[in-house]
């Protein structure tokens, strides 16, 4: 694996959407366009598939519903029809850890016994997801966890879509016929900030989020979305006009020496060409704000110099750079810098008129911190020295 692989394509590593061992098409991750072609070739008549489309969709997206005989305003021949021809199947918990701080972590199972893990963190007021978008990772930055375990394949739409749904059953949180909404969602936004590289999973990441937007089932808000890529300059305008969320960037360097070591996609991209590509970005302004994630790494990227040289690499950009200490992990070959030094750090970027908060660790009692995310049983095969080998030290 090269410190810049190419995306795999999706003609090599897609996962059918008609499963094997059942010979049906799993609904879910399906697009609108997707599902009405597959309920047409199922033997739904034209003229009544925009109604029948807009019923199973909200039955599924809505209500969380998994059982076509218990959709009670279609005709009963016609859920037979969908039972004949579909599935609602998500991925499978393994297992699900909760931290001392409320944080849950879910191991869970994807087709071909593959793993990934996908993170809530409770806070107050709102609750976000962090999801992944491939097992494994495409890229092998060497202060991330997920990095030292080596690609295995892309996520598809439904198993990206099948991690929100899954966290929504755990919380409970699918409305209930004659019971009023809640005034809150405990799950309100989505972080692409998992395992995986999203911009190299580009389409199906895409369809999992219009999946997820859509205003008939799960409804989350395209500002309530945020997308963190370690800089995939040729795909990043995409991401403003094909999906219309957030951008985050793995930034964590002020210098293409140390970014180079750190985020080696930046041999491919460096500092200024992603820049530029960011200043270009559509729709960005004040109010939709990049966000760059700075790990601060001791004696590595966290002096004031640094400080003073992210601030003039931003100008140009509405920005808020998210300082984020280092959240060890077994094998690390970096130390978390002193609180003093942090908090001098986000000063400077603070004085420079940027907003730059400094994240509390969540979850790092059971590994679900920023970085921390990696396979359970990936995690016990390798020893530290396997990991900092593979890590590139």
Known sequence: MTEAAAPITQDVLTIKRILPETGKTNIIGLTRDQLREALIAAGTPEKQVKMRLGQVWQWVYYWGLRDFMAMSNLARDYRELLAANFVIELPEVVTRQV??????KYLVKV?????????????EGRGTLCISSQVGCTLTCSFCHTGTQKLVRNLTAGE???QVMLARDDLG?????????????????IVLMGMGEPLYNFDNVRD???????????????????LSTSGVVPEIARCATEIG???AVSFHATTDEVRDALVPVNKKWNIATLLDALRAYPGLSNSER???????LQGVNDTK??????????????????LIPFNEWPGAPYKRSSGNRIHAFADIIHNAGYASPIRTPRGEDIMAACGQLKSATERARKSKAEIAREAGL
């Open 173 to 189: 949180e699918w409305p209930v016929k004659g019971q009023p909404k809640p005034e809150q969602r405990l799950l309100s936004n």
């Open 290 to 296: 990049i966000t760059f994630e700075y790990v601060m």
């Open 245 to 247: 969320c957030l951008l």
């Open 305 to 322: 110099e640094d400080a003073h040289r992210l601030v003039k690499l931003l100008e140009g950009i509405p920005a808020k750079v998210n």
């Open 99 to 104: 931290s001392n701080d409320g944080t849950r």
């Open 111 to 123: 087709a071909g016994g593959h793993e990934v893990e996908v993170v809530y963190i409770p806070e």
């Open 160 to 162: 990206i879509v099948g």
């Open 208 to 226: 999992a989020m219009r999946v997820v937007m859509d205003d008939e089932g799960i409804a989350l808000g395209r500002r309530r979305i945020t």
